[in-house]
């Protein structure tokens, strides 16, 4: 009989195993494709030029015929490829299953439910146990829209004056800026703790603020996306505003910001899961604190420790579930902009 139990205390080795060997696969295919593209390319280049009838008689024999090996080599990637989306997938399916439990709290050796119900969302949104999930969750929604905000304004206008405005300086400041950005975050966690504490940030009201200001700080060094974006609309546009006497903040807000709606929302998803999802800075600055003052990673990671993890399991599934029902009806809803945001900001640099 499968036992998840013993799948989490001793298959830990075999599971890192497998995905290396999925990893490995996937590097396989790329490479593969890769090769045949490169492949294709030559015999194309090869190609005698042949009259327009020719051309279409041979496109019309072989549109839809393939060789038994490229048959065979499509069918074992795209078997590969459901075996790694089932092996992706499997633990939120697990998490989502898991949520409805009711006859158990603990980890279990079964993977389907005995008793389903509503218990551990109730749970978590009416529990007196000094677990306030529902303020962990407001806490968490108030600092990622706040932050979202204002790091979409000041990427995009950072991404604006760098884009159509030429000062001295401009090349060595992005340069710097896109050096500057390649350093982890958290090498300055222990002078910035030290700032906040002075400011008097830590472990007081003010701590939510203070990881405001912590996730706000860098947030120019984001800029090089929507500047490739600003730079594909035409400065002819700009120009024409100038003549009528238009300023840089009415062009900006008037002209530029409708027309950019795809890089808006690329910036403002990207600003918004950044603090939604992180533990470790949050952690640093309001986990100390009292319960009222967390977020909601922290909240459910401090019931993932041993002495916690048998009473709140369950209850911990149900909160993934609803911490993640947000930023994918967001990606639902605004994937299309988000796609071309990222695709028109990648054509100029």
């Known amino acids: 009989m499968f036992s998840l139990l013993s799948l989490t205390q001793s298959g830990a080795t075999a599971i890192g195993v497998i995905l290396g060997l999925i990893i490995l696969a996937q590097i396989g295919v790329v490479v593969y494709l890769i090769i045949a593209h490169r492949q294709s390319g030559v015999v194309g280049a090869r190609v005698r030029i042949s009259s327009p009838r020719a051309v279409l008689r041979r496109s019309v024999i072989h549109s839809n015929r393939k060789s038994p090996k490229n048959i065979i080599i499509d069918s074992g990637i795209y078997l590969l490829l459901i075996i790694i989306s089932v092996v992706w997938v499997f633990p939120f399916i697990y998490l989502v299953i898991t949520s409805f439990r009711v006859e158990s709290t603990r980890?279990?050796?079964y993977l389907i439910p005995k008793q389903w119900g509503f218990d551990n969302y109730i749970w978590l949104f009416n529990n007196t146990e000094n677990q306030p999930f529902f303020t962990w969750y407001l806490n968490t929604l108030l600092i990622a829209l706040v932050v979202s905000v204002i790091n979409t304004l000041i990427t995009l206008l950072?991404?604006?004056?760098?884009?159509?405005?030429?000062?001295?300086?401009?090349?060595?400041l992005m340069k710097f800026m896109l050096i500057l950005g390649m350093f982890p975050g958290f090498l300055g966690m222990i002078c910035i703790y030290k700032i906040l504490?002075?400011?008097?940030?830590?472990?007081?009201?003010?701590?939510?603020?203070?990881?405001?200001?912590?996730?706000?700080s860098g947030t120019m060094m984001g800029y090089y996306v929507s500047k490739g974006f600003f730079d594909t609309i035409s400065k002819s546009l700009d120009e024409a505003a100038m003549i009528d006497g238009a300023?840089?903040?009415?062009?900006?807000?008037s002209i530029t910001l409708p027309l950019s709606k795809p890089i808006i929302i690329q910036t403002l998803l990207g600003a918004f899961v950044g603090p939604w999802g992180d533990y470790m800075m949050a952690n640093y600055i309001v986990g100390s604190g009292g319960a009222d003052f967390?977020?909601?990673a922290i909240g459910l990671y401090n019931w993932l420790t041993p002495s916690e993890l048998p009473k709140y399991f369950t209850r911990f599934c149900a909160g993934g579930v609803i911490v993640s029902i947000l930023p994918i009806v967001m990606f639902f809803f605004m994937q299309r902009y988000y796609v071309a945001g990222i695709t028109g900001g990648s054509v100029k640099g």
């Open 107 to 109: 980890i279990t050796d």
């Open 294 to 296: 967390k977020t909601v």
């Open 247 to 253: 300023s840089r903040a009415k062009i900006f807000f």
């Open 197 to 216: 504490d002075a400011m008097g940030m830590i472990n007081t009201n003010l701590s939510i603020v203070g990881l405001m200001l912590v996730y706000i």
């Open 158 to 172: 950072t991404a604006y004056a760098l884009s159509r405005m030429r000062f001295t300086g401009r090349k060595a």
